[in-house]
Each structure stands twice: as structure tokens, then as C-alpha cells.
């Protein structure tokens, strides 16, 4: 039997689920191929690694934010311990756990962990790729809880930039920057600019997500 393409297929299956907005399903697959990842894989094996990263965020995703803060914490220790890992695995694990940090009101370890994110990123990747826009609209977020409006705004408007060239038009993602740049400008009194930000992540919700999946409507 061959261990890793048994636990890739499983990743496989909980990434598509978990694209179509089916967190819980997601999950249960995610689960099973941590079972036998950590069972037969070297703590520091990629495959391993690449699971308890997918299924952290996944239950981010579904609002089980301990459970998410364990599997996290637990996977980026490793990843301190063994330099070897290679470092963008580290940043998409500082990412993860420092916005699983923001939902739980955790502002300071959170911004300290996707400014460590950011870092890295700026070290690896073009100055305007997507994973980076990412990271800068959660270290735009922690900012903006900590009433850093200035910084915040810069960071959001610097990620929807990068959004902007990558994407078309309704893309979900470019709709998540629009609605916490919109989020930002409304707390500095910048109203009119807000409410057309806002308007548009609106419609672009509607337009790129189907209607039954869990995030259209947040907000």
C-alpha cells in the first residue's frame, strides 16, 4: 500500500469539499489522513505537514478556533525545530495561526505572528503575488482592531492593488479586501468610499460564489 498517495487522495478530496464551502465533510477527511499521517510519517515529512496545515485552517473556516489554535501551534513548533522546512510552509502556517489568533480577539500574538509571515514572503515571492496580498489584508485586520487606522488602510489598499491585477472582477477574494478596506475607511470617517467598497463586495459575492455556500452573506 502506498502510505502517501492514500493520504494525498484523502487531502485531496477534503480540498475539494472544502472549496465548495463543506467545512464538516471537509473535515472528517482531513481527519482520517492525519490518522494515518501520524501513524507511519516522520513528524517533518511534507505529506504530514501539508495535512495538519489543510486541516487547521479548515477548522478555522468552521468557527472551531481551539481545535484549529492546537493542530497549528503544534504544527509551526516543528517547523521552529527543524529549519530545513522550507520557509514559505512556515509562512502559510504563521498566516493560519496568527489569523486564528485575530478571530479569537488574540490582536498582539496575531500581529506578531503575520508580521513574522509577511517577512518571509517578501524574502520568497514577487512583490505582487497573491499570497502576500493575503497576508497583508490580516495584518491590515490586526491593525485596524488596534485602532492602527493609518497602517491598516495602507496595508488593505497595497493588497487590493495585487488583487486587482490578478483577478477578475468578482473574485471572492478581491470582494475580502473591498469589504475590510471598506470596514477601515468607515472608522476613519471616510463614508462615501466605504459604502461603495462595501457595495461591491456585495455584488461580488453574489456574482462568484454559488448562494448555498457559507460565506456568502457574511459579514
Do not use: W
Not at 52 to 69: C, F, P, S, V, W
Not at 72 to 82: D, F, Q, T, W
Not at 138 to 145: A, H, S, Y
Request: proline share 2%.
Amino acid at each position: 500500500m502506498d502510505i502517501k498517495k492514500e493520504i494525498r487522495d484523502l487531502n485531496k478530496k477534503g480540498g475539494k469539499l472544502t472549496e465548495e464551502g463543506h467545512y464538516s465533510e471537509a473535515i472528517r477527511f482531513y481527519e482520517q489522513a492525519r490518522g494515518i499521517a501520524e501513524q507511519y510519517l516522520e513528524v517533518t515529512d511534507d505529506v504530514r505537514l501539508a495535512v495538519l496545515h489543510n486541516l487547521g485552517d479548515t477548522y478555522i473556516r468552521n468557527g472551531e478556533y481551539m481545535k484549529a489554535q492546537a493542530i497549528l501551534e503544534n504544527l509551526l513548533s516543528v517547523m521552529r525545530k527543524h529549519p530545513e522546512t522550507h520557509n514559505l510552509s512556515l509562512a502559510d502556517t504563521l498566516s493560519s495561526l496568527g489569523h486564528c489568533y485575530l478571530f479569537q480577539s488574540k490582536y498582539v500574538d496575531a500581529t506578531s505572528l503575520v508580521e513574522e509571515c509577511l517577512l518571509i514572503q517578501q524574502k520568497h515571492l514577487p512583490a505582487n503575488d497573491v499570497d502576500m496580498a493575503s497576508t497583508m489584508r490580516i495584518l491590515g485586520e490586526c491593525f485596524m482592531k488596534q485602532n492602527k487606522l493609518s497602517d491598516a488602510e495602507r496595508l488593505l489598499r497595497h493588497s487590493l492593488e495585487i488583487r486587482k491585477s490578478a483577478h477578475t472582477e468578482d473574485h471572492p477574494d478581491l470582494a475580502s479586501v473591498h469589504f475590510t478596506l471598506g470596514q477601515c475607511l468607515n472608522l476613519q470617517g471616510k463614508v462615501s468610499e466605504s459604502i461603495k467598497l462595501m457595495t461591491d463586495c456585495v455584488r461580488m459575492s453574489k456574482s462568484s460564489l454559488h448562494h448555498e455556500h457559507p460565506d456568502v452573506g457574511k459579514g
